[in-house]
């Protein structure tokens, strides 16, 4: 009967799909309820990779990348900070992220007064009222200038209250530290969001470069983003390069700076400071 057999392969099919929702949410409930620990034991570290002048090839800032070992596992931050998000464990991830790379910025200044460090902050993180105050605390505690510290905003999530994250915006502006908005031309990064905060650096996003020597588009919508920032009088930044012949096309393009394997991948803190000794 044709009936109870298409009955009976659906509810087959269901069954496998149950089991796979329900072994991801088991590793989402794991992950999820030991990233405090994780945190107070020692389990996450941060990595460093440079950003560079494209004109004269020397690294002007470094940016802050988590990592956590989880027992034998390396979980990438594209699925922990997506769950840290979503379950409310952003603050306790970002507040270690923003102490440690403010404490490690201290002692890269001492090699080079002018490096500086670039910070992933996620948009809940700016809501949490508390964001300012505790980044003021740390600019203060640390005795770091303040432009010396840039925070890149990671619009994973849609921004609720625009109003709000503008005025908080401001108000980091007004301490000296530097907007970036990362990930440019993707999610909720758009031109509106130009046009509501006053920022400093746009990061191209990295599936924009992938492909530029290649696709004539790609290559126009990145001279355009180019053209348009320094209009506005902001700085570009591309991500991810990795060949010699896209770094000689983003130099055409007049793009001021660049990140990617071609130049270092990130690295530990030690070996960060040798790169600018
Ligand atoms: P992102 O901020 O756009 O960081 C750049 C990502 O591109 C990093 O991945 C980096 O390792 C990778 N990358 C850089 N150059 C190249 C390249 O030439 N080739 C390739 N294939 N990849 C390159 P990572 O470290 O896996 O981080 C992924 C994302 O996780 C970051 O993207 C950022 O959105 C988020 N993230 C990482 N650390 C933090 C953090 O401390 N706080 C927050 N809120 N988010 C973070
Ligand atoms: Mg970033
Ligand atoms: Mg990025
Ligand atoms: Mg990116």
Not at 156 to 168: A, E, H
Request: aromatic residues 10%.
């Amino acid at each position: 009967d044709v009936a109870m057999y298409e009955g009976k392969k659906s509810r087959n099919e269901i069954s496998v799909f149950d089991e796979r929702m329900h072994e991801s949410l088991k590793r989402e409930e794991v992950l999820r309820s030991s990233i405090k620990e994780c945190v107070e034991k020692g389990d996450f570290h941060l990595c460093y990779q440079p950003i560079v002048d494209i004109s004269t090839n020397e690294i002007t800032t470094f940016e802050v990348l988590l990592r956590w070992q989880f027992n034998d596992e390396f979980i990438p931050p594209s699925e922990f900070i997506d769950i840290a998000e979503r379950y409310g464990k952003i603050n306790i991830l970002g507040e270690f992220v923003l102490e440690q790379a403010i404490a490690s910025l201290s002692k890269l200044n001492a090699v080079n007064s002018n490096i500086g460090l670039s910070i992933n902050v996620s948009v809940l993180q700016l809501e949490n009222h508390n964001f300012l105050d505790f980044l003021v605390a740390l600019l203060n505690r640390y005795a770091v200038k303040p432009y010396n510290v840039h925070l890149e905003i990671t619009e994973t999530v849609m921004i609720k209250n625009l109003p709000y994250l503008s005025k908080v915006i401001t108000a980091i502006k007004n301490t000296g530290v530097r907007i970036s908005i990362d990930d440019f031309g993707t999610g909720f990064s758009s031109i509106s969001v130009l046009k509501e905060l006053s920022v400093d650096y746009i990061k191209i996003d990295k599936s924009y470069i992938d492909n530029i020597c290649e696709c004539s588009k790609d290559k126009s919508i990145v001279s355009a983003v180019t053209n348009m920032s320094h209009m506005i009088g902001c700085q570009v930044i591309a991500e991810g390069v990795e060949n010699p012949a896209q770094l000689t096309l983003l130099q055409s393009l007049e793009i001021d700076k660049y990140q990617g394997f071609i130049f270092s991948k990130p690295v530990r803190f030690d070996q960060a400071l040798s790169l600018i000794y």
